[in-house]
């Protein structure tokens, strides 16, 4: 794999961007828990719910599907953003893909995984990371974008 060079990220933020990947298994019944769990932890502010959550970036597109899972993180000038999209029909990997490129991001490492069967996306500008998973579940594909704040040069 090859890989460029990235913009520095927050290490809090990374660390609450990986438990929030982990939240949507537990956001049914157990979300205002998670809540009160991660702003007790961090002291941050913590949003989670089924809809793309308030304050997500506009310039960071979303395929298009129905949102499964979404959650915002915020400590101070860091965000953390989860959405969980599912789409119907084949791979989303190359809508994502043009998507991201369309709107300014750079490709930060090579495609990881099978177009066919699901994979990893990481995507930069000056301003946002973005990491989208995406993972085939029976005909249809789900997607998990983490997106971050880019920490100020």
């Known amino acids: 794999m090859r890989v460029k060079s ?9 660390a609450l961007a990986i438990a929030l990947v982990a939240t949507p298994a537990l956001a049914g019944c157990f979300a ?6 991660v ?8 949003d989670v719910g089924s809809t793309v959550p308030e304050g997500f970036p506009t310039e960071v ?3 298009e599907g129905e949102v ?3 959650a915002a993180m915020a400590e ?20 994502i893909r043009a998507d991201l490129e369309g709107a300014g991001f750079a490709a930060q490492t090579e495609f990881t ?9 990481i995507y930069a500008s000056d301003a946002w990371g973005v990491l989208a998973v ?7 594909w789900i997607v998990n974008y983490t997106v971050t704040t880019a920490e100020p040069q």
Do not use: H, W
Not at 39 to 46: H, R, W
Not at 79 to 93: C, Q
């Open 6 to 14: 990235t913009p520095r990220y927050r290490s809090a933020t990374i």
């Open 32 to 37: 205002n828990p998670i809540e009160s769990i």
């Open 39 to 46: 702003e007790g932890a961090t002291g941050g502010n913590v």
């Open 61 to 63: 597109p979303l395929v």
């Open 68 to 70: 499964q899972y979404g």
């Open 76 to 95: 101070g000038d860091a965000k953390v953003f989860n959405v969980t999209v599912r789409v119907s029909g084949d791979s989303p990997v190359d809508a």
């Open 113 to 121: 995984g099978d177009t066919a069967e699901g994979g990893m996306l």
């Open 134 to 140: 995406v993972a085939q579940e029976g005909d249809d």
